[in-house]
């Protein structure tokens, strides 16, 4: 077996290698690199003869990769990928951008925010991303009590953290829309409005579930001069499927509340102008490098602004 010495090889001479390979030509490789057709040439000479290794079929106007070539080709490849991955990696540990998030997730409005947060832990092997779903109320004891560094909620539920406790930021808008059996009259329409509900019997929450939620509706109620004939409560917006399955009453919820689940029963009408926004919310002294990466993968899926 030849003996392979690689200390007349530089780093260069592999990179030349490749595009020799990619380009079929040592003129266009040379090109490439801004290095002149006869260094290629003298180079790739001296890159055969150290690794006792036929590289390439050579002809009058075309280079070509002989088995070996192909074989060795695939193998830079992936050592080229790897090595550029490997300071990526370094890069990361050098600035500290690493560690570990710990998210809740409003378990039934933000189902628009699952492949962004896919995307940043595919992207960020050496972050420990650990993602809960939860109810309002859950999430706010978890974050008040240091157990998540940052939820994903909706914005009307703000209300119940002290201004001077939290930050947020908007990351998306969320239609509001009237979720019903789908053999109720409104069932039928493109979309209402709030006065269209009047009459109807609603679902709302329970207060200590999301005061914020109730607030919300009976505001949009109010601005019309008339009150909800509230049917049941419920501690979260999934406890109310029996009821909307049965016809017991509208949910109002987001959009993304069931996705494409229970089409065949519940149907879900937009309400005319009225529109609430997917948040992220974290406690002001949490000085977790890792948020402010997070948010701004959310945010390039919205217009969204920090507010205090």
């Not at 490997?86 to 039934?108: C, F, K, M, V």
Request: aromatic share 8%; hydrophobic share 40%.
């Amino acid at each position: 077996m030849h003996e392979i010495s690689l200390n007349n090889i530089q780093l260069q001479d592999f990179e030349l290698f490749l595009a020799v390979a990619e380009h079929g030509s040592f003129t266009r490789a040379g090109e490439k690199l801004f290095v002149t057709q006869s260094w290629v040439s003298k180079r790739m000479n001296l890159l055969e003869s150290e690794l006792g290794l036929q590289l390439f079929i050579r002809s009058r106007n075309h280079m070509s990769l002989t088995p070996a070539g192909e074989y060795l080709r695939g193998r830079l490849l992936f050592a080229q990928n790897y090595l550029r991955e490997s300071i990526q990696e370094a890069n990361r540990i050098q600035t500290g951008i690493s560690g570990a998030i710990r998210i809740g997730i409003l378990e039934w409005a933000t189902n628009g925010l699952l492949l962004p947060l896919q995307e940043f832990v595919k992207n960020n092997p050496q972050i420990s991303v650990d993602i809960h779903c939860q109810q309002f109320q859950e999430m706010r004891q978890h974050l008040r009590q240091g157990n998540t560094d940052l939820i994903l909620t909706l914005e009307y539920d703000n209300i119940s953290f002290l201004k001077t406790e939290i930050s947020s930021t908007r990351l998306c808008p969320a239609q509001m829309m009237a979720y019903m059996n789908r053999e109720h009259p409104l069932a039928k329409k493109d979309s209402i409005s709030v006065r269209d509900l009047r009459s109807e019997e609603m679902l709302l929450l329970y207060d200590h579930s999301s005061s914020g939620y109730n607030e919300f509706v009976n505001r949009l109620f109010r601005q019309e001069k008339i009150r909800p004939l509230v049917s049941q409560y419920a501690a979260s917006g999934r406890a109310h499927l029996v009821n909307l399955i049965f016809g017991r009453g509208i949910l109002i919820a987001s959009n993304f509340f069931l996705g494409d689940e229970y089409q065949d029963q519940i149907r879900a009408v937009p309400i005319d102008g009225v529109q609430t926004y997917i948040t992220a919310v974290w406690k002001q002294d949490n000085a977790n490098p890792v948020i402010p990466m997070l948010l701004q993968v959310l945010m390039s899926q919205g217009d969204g602004k920090v507010s205090r």
